[in-house]
């Protein structure tokens, strides 16, 4: 049985509110007041009869907050609002642009703890966990606050004709960014790809998911606090088959985080607008521990790969493939540390594992584990619901002896659920890793840090963690991040991360003469002197 922190008060039974905990423990309902929400929803634009719609808390199933619904018209409306904003904002200077990325990056870590709450709140996660999202969204204000100059400049590019062609490639931005996000890291991917987006030039047209809308709005509200103008950045909220394709409907580029069946239909709705999209998908990840790894440490990884953010996060491990002369050595430290970790609700640091954020994940998980088991696969540890801790909680569980033919092996539970298979060698580690039509993220964990670099480059993923979790690859924010195969098109992070939003345009300056039969020249002199021009640019070495 897992453990369970002393911090897990935030509960409540009932439907109503708590602001009152045993000891004066902080709840869902005293640090998210219904005055925070209601100034947070003032955020959304939708009109002033919208049809509210509520969400709960995760952790204690308490009512959180009432969120006004936007139309397809209001979507409409907020693109309006959006183009003019985006306007004025694209003929701002870059590094003012920029200089707005980091105030928020300084304002983000100041008030912190505001933003945590609200992602405990909407989530369920511990708060280590939420943390982990400031550090993402500080990660990318900083990187591209201080990088966009470099990345958006005009380059100059070798002209048709050298000396006479001079030419430069020029990055404008798209115009206005549809960017739809899911609820697991509601600050994360609300910011980190809103961010390069208005670095661009660019205005956004963002719809998080209902659940974690209050995040998103805090986000805004502070990046509007750090001077970005306030019609830039657009919030719309509603029922993911309505509002979503009004959002991909009028955007100039299409930003989508979420799972595949819905990236496949956002994609196809893109494409017959011929605007570009990024997809940012599901993933079934694999973690490799080689015969040589530093078991304690692979254990230790691979707890924090498997279970954080209790297993809600699309870069975390569900395959564990051990070497088998490790295999029995991994498995009981692992298996320890799973059994170990603390379940809990509180909104403060101290738990190791929170809830899970809706009774549909809970139900997927359940149904995950539940068929495996009833096909013959073993429970290592976990595989129990505890409602004894809040309505989701789920705790950390492994499994053994699964095959191909349960669900739990080839679809993305989005749990706390890993199974773990043996293998002999390194070929057969890579073919099975690969062996699924996602290619996401993948860690490997090996002493000989240049093998664990040649594994990697078998691996179809499109991040590697060499004896790390997921974290390394994903907070490298200067190296691009996305998937391979189902898991997605296209790359947030790095250069890829925000020249995605932008067009590129080649601005030519031809002096002199024409490309073209001049100076007397007649048709047949031009071609002429022009195959004799080629001929020797190719053995000047010119490219
Ligand atoms: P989801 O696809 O159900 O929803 C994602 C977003 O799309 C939500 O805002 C939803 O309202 C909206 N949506 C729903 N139907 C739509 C439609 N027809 N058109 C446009 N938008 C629509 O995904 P989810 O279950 O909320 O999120 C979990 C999934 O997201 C997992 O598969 C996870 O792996 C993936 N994910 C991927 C990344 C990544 O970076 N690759 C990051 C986080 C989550």
Known sequence: MTDTTADTQARSTGTGRNPAAPGGARTVASAVTDAVVARLVRGVTAGPDAEAVETLAPLTGERLAALPQSTPADVE??????????????????????????RFHDLLLARQDEVLDLIQAETGKTRLHAFEEVLGAALAARHYGRKAPAYLRDRRRGGALPVLTHTLEARRPKGVVGQISPWNYPLELSV???????????????????????????????????????????????????????????????????????GRQVAQQAAGRLVGASLELGGKNALLVLADADLDRAAEGAVRACFSSAGQLCISIERLFVHRSVADAFLERFTARARALRLGGGLAYGADMGSLVSARQLETVTRHVEEAVKAGATVLTGGQARPDLGPLFYEPTVLDGVTTDMPVCTEETFGPVVSVYRFDTE???????????????????????????????????????????YAAAYGSVASPMGGMGDSGLGRRHGSEGILRFTEAQTVATQRLMPIGPSHGLDDRQFAGLLTTGLKALKALRVR
């Open 427 to 469: 070929d057969e580690a890579v073919a099975a890793a690969n062996a699924t039509p996602y290619g996401l993220n993948s860690s490997v964990w090996t002493k000989d840090t240049r093998r664990g670099r040649a594994v990697a480059a078998r691996l179809h993923t499109g991040t590697v963690n060499v004896n790390e979790a």
């Open 192 to 262: 980190s790809d809103a961010l390069p987006a208005f670095a661009a030039g660019n205005a956004v047209v963002n719809k998080p998911d209902t659940q974690t809308a209050l995040t998103a709005l805090w986000a805004r509200e502070l990046l509007v606090e750090a001077g970005l103008p306030a019609d830039l950045w657009q919030i719309v909220i509603g029922d993911g088959p309505v509002v979503g394709p009004a959002v991909v409907e009028h955007a100039d580029y299409v930003s989508f985080t979420g799972s595949t069946r819905t």
């Open 77 to 102: 409306r907020a693109y309006r609002l959006a183009r003019t904003a985006q306007q004025a904002w694209a003929a701002q200077p870059v590094r003012r642009r920029a200089a707005v990325l980091l």
